[in-house]
């Protein structure tokens, strides 16, 4: 996902995997991509592949000195959605990939902030007995 | 004989007059203003954003009856208006926002 969002042109200039600390103040928009959790498919045949749901967030963080802030991320978001809908496979990666959720906040500091949080389910299959 | 409410009045002044650290336009009068601009970081989402929270106290006879919203100009820097918080003896803080 974190590929697909930083091709060229990436999504914006700041794509973080997993990000721990503040958005700086210089970044006016950015992206963290996080691996939330997975959950296998109960009662798969032994030996067979089992297929699982993981869910992965993708939060975007965009400020602006004008708009409001959930105007101002909302350009970014647009951006984020409709570059995973382009393939929902991640390169046959997965089997799909769908958006499941949405959240946002927004605030006015220094300057106006909106935070939107795409939550995404991933549909894959891993063999029996291993993750891969 | 001295009234409260004047030895207030003076004590603002004085304390603007010690403290202030710019001149402020607000309605197009230049006004001593003592202005922050501290780091700050907004409470949004996992990790936040990193912000500043700049604040500006001036007196109160100096804002303008409906202040969010409008403008004041800090050391020739605009800034909008988020929200004003008179003290009740004379000061007003006022919460801004970059305009640019």
């Given at each position: 996902m974190i590929a697909a969002l930083k091709a060229?042109?990436?999504?914006?200039n700041l794509i973080d995997r997993a990000r721990s600390t503040a958005i700086p103040e210089q970044a006016d928009q950015a992206v963290s991509v996080q691996w939330e959790n997975a959950l296998p498919e109960s009662g798969a045949i032994f030996g067979a592949p089992i297929d699982w749901q993981t869910r992965i967030t993708i939060e975007c963080y965009a400020r602006s000195t004008r708009d409001p802030g959930d105007l101002a991320v909302d350009a970014l978001v647009q951006s984020v959605a409709e570059r995973l809908a382009q393939d929902t496979t991640l390169g046959e990666l997965v089997d799909d990939l769908r958006i499941a959720g949405l959240e946002a906040e927004n605030t006015a500091e220094g300057k106006k902030t909106g935070w939107v949080r795409l939550t995404y389910i991933a549909e894959h299959r891993t063999n029996n007995g291993t993750l891969n | 004989m001295l009234l409260f409410a004047d030895l207030e009045a003076h004590a603002n002044a004085a304390v603007l007059n010690q403290l202030s650290n710019v001149m402020v336009s607000i309605d197009g009068v230049l006004v001593p203003g003592v202005f922050r601009n501290p780091s700050a970081v907004?409470?949004?989402?996992?990790m936040g954003a990193t912000d500043t929270g700049p604040t500006l106290t001036v007196a109160s006879s100096s804002v303008m009856a409906q202040p969010v919203e409008k403008q004041v100009v800090v050391a020739g820097t605009p800034y909008e208006i988020l929200a004003a918080a008179p003290d009740g003896t004379g000061l007003t803080l006022l919460t801004l926002g970059c305009m640019q």
């Open positions: 060229s042109p990436p999504v914006c | 907004a409470s949004l989402g996992s």
